[in-house]
């Protein structure tokens, strides 16, 4: 499996005088020479291409994502041959036109065809056999029950496979169309390999690139992208697909297959999140008789909190004094004001599904006693009310399980107000549970639970024997481990 990483130094090599990994990863060498442009397409996102080092590419699907790939790329001075079973399609392509409507583009394959750069057919084989690089961009729509239809992808791939049988140099199989994780390894691969007759590896590679551009900007996307993600199975052929994109700024990202294939879906599922998330925060201040556009500006001025990674690991629930109550208390007030806020009132719902996982994990282990290692809310703090690790305790307690407990910063006797009222009414056996070093918490231990980012965790850890189960409830900052096995709720 290859491991994520982000522009690995060994995976770009310079290759020329204008080339460097630090230029490709930052994209500061991406050069912004508008002198050479041709007049009609200034001011347009479009750079100037480079014509050395280029690469034969067979583009499957001349809708949307493939006619763009094909015009973007071609101007990068590569050469590309559209393939599409429609013959309209691929004769607007030859004819120098759009078979779409997109700002840019039909100058832009217009110059293409010109240049000898961009031609297009229906002829599978002689397109496959011209081309170091297939890259397939066909549809995967829905099923009536919702699920995906790889039926495009499949036949495409068969298709493919057949004329890889008497080719004699490798070919690589690049996925543009978004597919589930386990698409490439359960569909595209097998179809490959049952009609090439080659095996995947040494016989031919494969890879998935998703897209990530927008209809009516995809011109400026592709030169302009947030990042460029490539889920190939060796560093060569990361290499060889990354060439495509020597002068594309941004970050570039070599992963592994299933982790490139789900990308997609984070992405285009966090968007759909943050236009929902707008318009209920929207429809509730409207209810409430705050501006809604007003609130939206100033949430996005918080690049800190609100725009950011923060609050984006997998890791435990959400808890604590603040996010429970508050969610409560507007989902309240948009119920008393008949504003329905599906999304926002779902939010406990996940929360507890969260939960669940993990009381059910805990459960079903055979081993004893629990120990767990940091259980206020926030490592660094003594605050219980509402931390979802003293949830977790209390139920576990409740069903019979032999828990032990210790945190630095909790002790019953120091435990005031809120504080104090939370645990008396959550987890009145607190102080019997309660041990006073790491050392009588673990010690004939089976199972550790890490509850909270606490600094004991990160060097306890290491020392552990193998055959201790160590399930981390926390995300980052805990990721080394020597313990045989470690749990995460998300991974
Ligand atoms: N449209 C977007 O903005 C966008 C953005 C990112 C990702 N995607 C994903 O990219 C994929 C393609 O999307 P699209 O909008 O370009 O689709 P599309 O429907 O516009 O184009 C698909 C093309 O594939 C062709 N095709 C079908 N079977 C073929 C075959 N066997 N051989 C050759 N060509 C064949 C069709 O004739 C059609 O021209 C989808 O998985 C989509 O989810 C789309």
Known sequence: ??????????????????????????????????????????????????????????????GYVGAVITACFSRQGHTIIGVDTDAFKVNQINAGKSPIIEPELESMLAEGVQAGRVSATSDFKSAVLASDISMICV?????????????????????????????????IVVIRSTMLPGSIEGTVIPALEKTSGKQN????????????????????????????????????????????YADIPGPKV????????????????????????????????????????????????????????VYLKPGFCYGGSCLPKDLRAITAAGRSQGVDLPLLSSITQSNDAHFASAFRYLMDLDAAPIAVLGFAFKAGTDDLRESPVVKLIEE????????RLFDRNVSPDRLIGANKRFVEAHLPHLSH???????????????????????????????LASNILVVDLTSGGLKTVTAAQVWRPCA
Not at 202 to 211: C, D, M, T
Not at 398 to 403: H, T
Not at 435 to 460: C, D, F, P, Q, Y
């Open 1 to 62: 499996m290859v491991r994520t990483q982000t522009c690995p130094a060994s995976a770009f090599p310079p290759k020329s005088p204008r080339q460097s990994c630090l230029g490709l990863c930052s994209g500061r060498r991406f050069a912004f020479n508008q002198a050479i442009w041709p007049s009609r397409l200034v001011p347009s996102a479009v750079p100037p291409f480079n014509k050395e080092e280029t690469v034969k590419v067979s583009v499957f699907g001349l």
């Open 433 to 463: 549970l309660i041990v006073g070093t790491v050392e009588e918490l673990t010690a004939g231990a089976k199972v550790i639970v890490i509850g909270n980012g606490n600094e004991e965790a990160r060097h306890l850890l290491p020392s």
């Open 201 to 244: 590896g040494p016989g031919f590679g494969v890879a998935i690139n998703p897209e990530f551009l927008r209809e009516s900007t995809a011109v400026k996307d592709f030169y302009n992208p947030p990042k460029t993600v490539i889920g190939a199975q060796s560093v060569e052929d990361y290499n060889q697909i990354a060439e495509l």
């Open 254 to 309: 070599h992963t592994d297959l299933r982790t490139a294939e789900m990308v997609k879906y984070a992405d285009n599922c966090f968007h759909a999140l943050k236009i929902v998330f707008a318009n209920e925060i929207g429809r509730a201040s409207k209810a409430l008789g705050s501006d809604a556009d007003e609130v939206m500006r100033i949430f996005s001025l918080d690049t800190k909190l609100n725009l950011s990674p």
């Open 396 to 403: 576990l307690v409740k069903a019979g399980k032999q828990v």
């Open 139 to 171: 549809g995967t729509p829905s099923q009536a029950d919702g699920s995906i239809d790889l039926t495009y992808i499949r036949r495409v791939c068969e298709n493919i496979g057949e004329i890889l049988r008497d080719k004699p140099s490798r070919h």
